[in-house]
């Protein structure tokens, strides 16, 4: 039972910078937690504060409601894996791995054991006397993960573990830590700028930018509801689209083409008539006519076509409307063409309007 | 001019460049060997290559009874040894935690340790002796030794910690996680990737002493307690009775254990030993 908390954490630095800003999560035992957010968002100090490694200006970090400010990193019970593995050159994978293990004065055979089951797990028993500049890039990459198993610690830490290494075996490892985790079920916190990785492993996601929390919440939660335009672009690939418009007379104007809403957003709406917003719409959610399985509310646009992207399975259109750009996604069957000016449909219900001001997604909880 | 003409024009300048350099190395060495052989005592009748080479001078230097040699010899291990032992421990320290920490005055004290190494260790000739003096260490090796390792510390603490630098600090942090405090961290992880800087600390700190001679002069008083650059100075420069192939044979003995030195550490001079430990 490993749970976390973070109290009000924030993070300034002696000239002034603030890196992190009021942070507050529980993490409950045996989450994945993702951390995710562009570069500079403070999702690394904020982990690394976690570890220890950086003093925690303000605010309270708790492990099983234990306050660990003033605890020494190796006395947190923590385990962290780093961007570039951080192994040490001089020794081999086994002392590497076994590191920790001695320095704690574990006993010689139970160090065995441990290192002995982690390289099984990890395919490294063949390379426990190499030195890691005999590996390769992924073999450094399990050795480090290797070396965080072995610790038994109650709580893993990785920071962009897998971004050194090449797209495909990025997806193997991606897929290897996922199953690792379900077989150790430790508390594990993972920081990366990849949406994609957060997406596929995170049990909750935790969107942060400019050091202050934008989200937190499930990657179907993330995805489908983003509290603010942030999240909605940042969460998706392609991102999601960000159209200017008025409201008028419960239908959204964007030049002079005019969406119609459904009840519920209109209901919504209904303080922004006359004011500018923005819809929020994902570009699978922008199809052409063959695609559009519900067409209560969808609603055609004329958009002028000019790139289409053929991906193999799909065509990536890229659309422009009354002078805004927007993407949309349809089937690779219907052949269109760049030039051309088609029928689009908005799947409006799942479009999202935004606050043009604050950028919050109107109708979220807090913005009611 | 085809490729291959370039070529072989660039080879032969190459060549030539490192001949010259090679005869301006090798032949003083040669006629300081050369003359360590020749039978007479004087410069003049001395000759690269020996009609009639003679192991005398050598002999003499080792004859117990005639000669000083051996002592001056062992009081030069002794110092440089000390010297290089404890210039490395201190350099090692000093610059792992200027590499490695923020403290109040660490700039500062890199700024003085910067203007520090621009002077030479005699222009503070005279400090240096009252401070002897005022401290009784004049004709001893302790006293001597402290002013080698003094000497040493400011360059040579620059050079590491510009090394320690490279080192990625990630490698710190992995260890801190992985429970190792301060001193482990220098002893366990530092200090073995390390090794080619400290190698060249460690040469430095041994050479210097031998090859000084002013301060060595001026501290050391009596004949048994002189090193080999004073001792040697000795035997030429007698107003009767130089004898400057004698000198030459001691000369040429002093640097076999430069030599040897250079043979240990010659391994651990090529870099790149941090390979692998991060990406990159």
């Not at chain 1, 005999?134 to 072995?150: D, E, K, P, T, Y």
């Not at chain 1, 008028?248 to 104007?253: E, I, L, M, T």
């Not at chain 2, 001056?72 to 110092?79: D, H």
Request: with cysteine.
């Amino acid at each position: 039972m490993t749970t976390l908390t973070l109290k009000n954490v924030t993070k300034r630095y002696d000239n002034k910078v603030q890196a992190v800003t009021d942070f507050n999560l529980e993490v409950e035992d045996r989450e994945f937690i993702v951390f995710v957010g562009p570069s500079g968002c403070g999702k690394s100090t904020t982990l690394r504060m976690i570890a220890g490694l950086e003093d925690i200006s303000e605010g309270d970090f708790l492990i099983d409601n234990k306050r660990m400010n003033d605890v020494a990193s190796k006395d947190r019970d923590i385990a962290m894996v780093f961007q570039n593995y951080a192994l040490y050159p001089h020794m081999s994978v086994y002392d590497n791995m076994a590191y920790g293990l001695k320095i704690r004065k574990v006993p010689k055979d139970e160090i065995k054991r441990r290192v002995d089951d982690a390289a099984k797990i990890l395919g490294l028993e063949k390379y426990l006397d190499r030195k890691p500049k005999a590996l390769s890039g992924g073999q450094r990459q399990r050795v480090a993960l290797g070396r965080a198993i072995v610790r038994d610690a109650s709580v893993f830490l990785m920071d962009e573990p897998l971004s050194n290494l090449d797209s495909k075996l990025r997806v193997q490892m991606r897929s290897e830590i996922i199953k690792l985790h379900n077989r150790l079920n430790t508390t594990t916190i993972y920081v990366t700028h990849d949406q994609t990785e957060a997406m596929t492993m995170a049990s909750r996601i935790v969107i942060m930018k400019d050091g202050v929390i934008q989200q937190v919440g499930t990657p179907k939660d993330v995805y489908d509801n983003p509290d603010n335009m942030f999240v909605g672009g940042f969460i998706g690939s392609p991102s999601m689209n960000f159209l200017n418009g008025t409201v008028v007379n419960g239908q959204f104007k964007i030049g002079n083409v005019l969406v119609t809403l459904t009840d519920d957003q209109q209901a919504r709406l209904k303080a922004y008539e006359g004011k500018e917003v923005v819809l929020g719409i994902r570009p699978e959610h922008v199809t052409d006519d063959n695609g559009a399985y519900d067409v209560t509310h969808a609603h055609r646009v004329p958009a002028f076509i000019e790139v289409a992207e053929l991906t193999g399975a799909e065509q990536i259109l890229y659309a422009n409307l009354e002078g805004q750009d927007f993407i949309g996604r349809v089937d690779a069957q219907n052949a269109i063409e760049r030039g051309q000016t088609v029928d689009l449909v908005f799947h409006m219900e799942r479009a999202h309007f935004f606050d043009k001001e604050t950028e919050l997604r109107i109708g979220a909880v807090d913005t009611i | 001019m085809t490729k291959k003409q370039s070529k072989l024009i660039r080879l032969t300048i190459s060549y030539l460049i490192i001949l010259t350099m090679t005869a301006i190395v090798l032949y003083p060495l040669l006629w300081v060997l050369g003359s360590s052989f020749n039978p007479g005592n004087s410069l003049n009748s001395s000759q690269m290559f020996p009609d009639n080479p003679t192991l005398k001078h050598y002999q003499f230097l080792f004859d117990l009874e005639r000669s000083n040699y051996l002592l001056w010899y062992w009081n030069s291990m002794k110092i440089s040894l000390m010297t290089m032992i404890f210039s490395v421990i201190l350099v090692s320290f000093t610059a792992y935690s200027f590499s490695r920490y923020r403290f109040v005055g660490r700039k500062n004290g890199l700024m003085t340790f910067l203007i520090l190494q621009m002077i030479p260790n005699f222009a503070a000739l005279i400090a240096i002796f009252v401070l002897a003096t005022r401290l009784q260490l004049i004709d001893t090796h302790l006293g001597l030794i402290l002013f080698y390792v003094g000497g040493q510390i400011p360059m040579s603490t620059w050079l590491m910690k510009g090394y320690l630098d490279t080192i990625p600090k990630d490698l710190d942090e992995s260890a801190r996680m992985d429970g190792a405090g301060h001193f482990r961290i220098f002893i366990q992880i530092i200090m073995p990737l390390a090794k080619p800087i400290i190698s060249v600390v460690a040469l430095f700190a041994f050479i210097a002493p031998l090859g000084d001679f002013i301060i060595a002069r001026i501290l050391l008083r009596s004949n048994e307690q002189y090193t080999l650059a004073v001792g040697l100075y000795d035997l030429v420069a007698k107003q009767f009775g130089n004898s400057f192939t004698t000198f030459a044979a001691g000369a040429v003995l002093v640097s076999v254990p430069i030599a040897l030195l250079f043979l240990v550490f010659q391994k651990y001079f090529v870099s790149g030993l941090t390979a692998g430990g991060t990406k990159g």
